[in-house]
């Protein structure tokens, strides 16, 4: 089964910088366009970085933009979200996706916290 498994988030300054990653399982990665998404305290989950299947499009939401980056590396599964120059609106729980045969995946998150 599809499963898909975030690590790297915790608790930074602002200013400061982290990396997530996503370790896809249960479907053809290399195939599949990826996504992170994240969900604020009071918000609804939004829309933050898509990497097309091979990686040759990247789009960013308009609040992360020059700020964060979006990676895969598809022989070994993963898709990466780089994060700087992180501020405190950034606080949420970030949640790889994909969308494989007319179903939406979801990981269980990982949480950044941006704060002094």
């Known amino acids: 089964q599809v499963q898909l498994v975030e690590s790297g988030g915790g608790l930074v300054p602002p200013g400061g910088s982290l990396r997530l990653s996503c370790a896809a399982s249960g479907f053809n990665f290399r195939n599949y366009h990826m996504r992170w998404y994240r969900q604020g305290p009071g918000k609804e989950r939004e829309l933050v970085a898509t990497i097309t299947y091979d990686g040759s499009k990247l789009d960013y939401a308009d609040s992360v933009k020059g700020r964060f980056t979006i990676s895969r590396d598809n022989p070994e599964n993963m898709v990466y979200l780089q994060m700087n120059v992180l501020k405190p609106e950034d606080t949420a729980t970030y949640y790889c996706?994909?969308?494989?045969?007319?179903?939406?995946?979801w990981g269980q998150g990982t949480q950044v916290t941006v704060s002094s």
């Open positions: 996706h994909t969308h494989y045969l007319a179903a939406d995946y």
